[in-house]
Nanobody, 115 residues
């Protein structure tokens, strides 16, 4: 089991940057595949970026080149660095942990990109 708490969301102007953090509690964090997903009003929850336990990353085409996912196993934390933010990035961002077919979710942090 793992519990996830996101932080770092807020209001930012277009073109700005934010770094989201997801702090995990529980055992064997380093064995989990971790990811960030987002859900905008009226839309489904979509994958933004994932990083496997082995460090392999997969970034959604819509954010590729702007967002970077990373993890610090010593701190039990996964990050999402978001640069050149656009209005369409506005959403609630959720942290995900997956292992052996079981998924855990954080409660989300709101990112609003607006001038």
């Amino acid at each position: 089991q793992v519990q996830l708490v996101e932080s770092g969301g807020g209001l930012v102007q277009p073109g700005g940057s934010l770094r989201l953090s997801c702090a995990a509690s529980g055992s064997i964090f380093r064995f989990y595949d971790m990811g960030w997903y987002r859900q905008a009003p009226g839309k489904q929850r979509d994958m933004v970026a994932v990083i496997t336990s082995g460090g392999i990353t997969n970034i959604a085409d819509s954010v590729k080149g702007r967002f970077t996912i990373s993890r610090d196993n010593a701190k039990n934390t996964v990050y999402l660095q978001m640069n050149n933010l656009k209005s369409e990035d506005t959403a609630v961002y959720y942290c995900n942990a997956a292992l052996n077919g079981i998924n855990y979710w954080g409660k989300g942090t709101l990112v609003t990109v607006s001038s």
